[in-house]
């Protein structure tokens, strides 16, 4: 198809009725609808495939409203903070950007975090929330559609995902083979698992590494990559069953520490002490974890997620001994962040999917069936997912499914 004739279906898509609604929706002032980008007059945004499946089939429309959570009020305690809208327009792409409608979602444990206003205090509700997704592409911008088309599965890591639609800068998507919640825990954990390891941890051969809350999201790879370098690897937990799960995915030495004593266990077990420590829980685990270094061992502060419910976001640690406890063992303590790293997403992204499409590496997924109401579907299930989490229950990358409302063939 010629360059015009394609211009010409985008543009009388463009001017559809649907659009013209959606247009008002976006932009209810007075004047002409591009005065909301600044004046300019935008270029035509919708790719011809999707005009055809919008002309042809009634089942694939985008509805004009959707579902979203929304922060209302600033607070770590997620249902206060954060309300179900039933009535938000939906999202329009701008040029470079695609509209997803999503499929599933990820549940972090910063989502407390961000309700709390704890990533830019500056940012007052209401705003959105949700870091991440899976979705079909339902409509893009003509930019974007030099790599894109509709119907194509792609993750992305955006704030904004707990909502039916999000739109994502084509840049910042990811193309899957498919939409599989697999791919979603690769996202935000996996890549965290990964990049910190690598950038920061100086794995090799034989070194001891202890991962706490090594069964939940970013753990899981924590243990597996670890792994991989052939280190040996000693997980934390709280109970037999994601002890039995860290067994599966190789971890050498899982603790039950709500059972047995883990800085007895280490002490006994490994008097030389752990050479690197993937550290996510703080409070007391991190006491202990700096009590187990080695000698010039290295502890990774990931997070300290039994501080996140706290008003200040944190958990005492023992600091006034910390200067002399690193002296004496030449041993360091790093923070990693990812968002400091996203220079090395994309090659993290494409070497963690490559080894989940060979076999190479577990992507444990837990939508919530053993919760005690069940399947974690719809945004309205966003809350006990939270919950779950924070009551230490998941095994694996918590994910929330948003069953498809429409009968799509997309
Ligand atoms: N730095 C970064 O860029 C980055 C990126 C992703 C995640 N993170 C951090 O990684 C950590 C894990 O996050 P995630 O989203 O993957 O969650 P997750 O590990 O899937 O789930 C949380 C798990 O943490 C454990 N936990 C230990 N103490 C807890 C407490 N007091 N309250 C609640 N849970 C507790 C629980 O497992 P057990 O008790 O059985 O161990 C629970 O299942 C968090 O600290 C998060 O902030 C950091």
């Known amino acids: 198809m010629s360059f015009n004739t394609k211009s010409s279906a985008l543009l009388r898509c463009w001017g559809s009725r649907f659009w013209r609604r959606r247009r008002q929706q976006l932009c209810p002032l007075e004047g002409p609808f591009w005065s909301c980008f600044g004046g300019a007059r935008p270029r035509p945004i919708l ?22 959570l929304v922060v209302t009020k600033l607070s770590s305690n997620f249902r206060e903070a954060v309300a179900l809208r039933q009535d938000a327009p939906v999202p329009l792409p701008g040029d470079g950007d695609l509209l997803v409608r999503n499929r599933f979602i990820g549940i972090n ?64 998507a990811v193309l899957l083979p498919s939409v599989k919640p697999e791919f979603l825990t690769l996202m935000l954990s996996g890549t965290t698992a990964y990049i910190s390891l690598k950038e920061l941890g100086q794995l090799s051969e034989g070194k001891k590494v202890l991962v706490t809350a090594a069964s939940g999201g970013t753990g899981q790879f924590a243990v597996q990559l670890s792994k991989k370098a052939k280190c040996h690897v000693i997980g934390t937990c709280s109970s037999d069953e994601k002890a039995g799960f860290l ?10 520490y709500k059972t047995e004593n883990v800085g007895a266990v280490i002490k006994r077990d490994y008097p030389e002490g752990m050479d690197v420590v993937y550290e996510s829980v703080g409070g007391k685990m991190f006491d202990l974890a700096v009590n187990s270094l080695a000698t010039k061992g290295r502890l990774i502060v990931i997070g300290f997620i039994s501080g996140y419910q706290n008003p200040t976001g944190l958990q005492p640690v023992k600091a006034e001994m910390l200067p002399a406890k690193l002296l004496k063992k030449s041993a360091s303590i790093q923070g990693f962040f990812l968002n400091h790293y ?38 309205e299930s966003v809350f006990r997912a939270v919950d779950y989490m924070y009551m230490g229950k998941n095994i694996g990358k918590i994910v929330v499914e948003l069953p498809n409302s429409v009968n799509s063939k997309l």
């Open 342 to 379: 996203l220079s090395e997403y994309k090659m993290a992204m494409e070497h963690l999917l490559t080894m989940y499409e060979s076999g190479e590496l577990v992507c444990e997924v837990d939508l919530g069936d053993m919760s005690p109401e069940g399947k974690f579907t719809g945004l």
């Open 47 to 68: 790719d011809m495939s999707y005009s055809r499946h919008f002309l042809d089939f009634q089942g694939s429309s985008i509805p004009s409203s959707m579902k979203k």
């Open 109 to 172: 444990a910063s989502d407390i975090n961000y309700s709390a206003g704890r990533y830019d205090p500056s940012v007052k509700p209401p705003f959105d929330v949700g870091f991440e997704g899976i979705g079909d592409v339902v409509a893009l911008g003509l930019s974007a559609s030099a790599r894109y088309t509709v119907g194509q599965a792609v993750a992305y890591m955006t704030p904004g995902s707990f909502a039916e639609y999000t739109v994502v800068p084509a840049k910042q």
């Open 247 to 256: 067994k599966s995915i190789g971890c050498d030495h899982p603790i039950n």
